[in-house]
């Protein structure tokens, strides 16, 4: 926008400059230097009208981001795909964490990827060890999870898929929810089925309930 002023000046000025070489009389030049004036007002109150509507339009978009990022806190809501990969309307809950932590007999405390999704049937969870590689065909995975009032949970022998999803138990999915609905942060340490490898990681469960509701499931579920 302020290109295409710049440029609709530049050719003003020039056939204003123009008329003055072809103009002989003072009469007409004081003509032409008041009509040039009052052009050049108005072009620029169409600048500064136009820079503020941008500036407005700027700013609302950031505040929708910012009202619909805080309505589901740190969640966000997906689609669940299709065999073709094609999102259906079925829709589920989501988090991510990049700040785990995972250690076995080759490494200590290297990064792990962590992921909870909440749908209206389940919760499941996925680990990515060095943030690239999930946990797979586990027999099964335990975790101890704490909220920030410091109540600790147990999360028994939950069922690992080839592709990586850490089904939880439906007495364990209502203690977990139970905890999330909470809110504040929620602590997991988890554990395979021979002990050999230990998973920490966390989540920020606020605003689990405004989340749920985006997908109509009930908290209470």
Known sequence: MILLIVVII????????AKQRNSSTKKSILIGCSSFVVMIIILLMIAIVSSEA???????????????????????????KNKFNEPTSEKYV??????????N????????????????????IRLKEYGHYYVKNEPYISFYVKGD?????????????N??????????????????????IIKFHGWDGGVRSTYDFSFNSDKLTEALIEIGKNSEQ
């Open 94 to 103: 989501f988090q991510e964490t990049t700040k785990g932590l995972f250690s």
């Open 149 to 161: 009032d410091g109540d600790i949970k147990t999360l028994e022998r939950n069922y690992c898929d």
């Open 163 to 184: 592709e990586g999803y850490i089904y939880l138990e439906k007495e364990n999915a209502d203690t977990l929810m139970n905890l999330m609905l909470k809110g504040g």
């Open 105 to 124: 007999s080759a490494t200590t405390d290297s990064k792990l990827t962590a992921e909870i999704i909440i749908s209206v049937e389940n919760i499941g």
């Open 54 to 80: 941008d500036m407005s339009n700027k700013e609302f978009d950031e505040t929708s981001v910012s009202m619909n990022e805080s309505k589901t806190g740190l969640w966000t809501i997906e689609n669940k």
């Open 10 to 17: 530049s050719i003003c000025i020039a056939i204003y400059f």
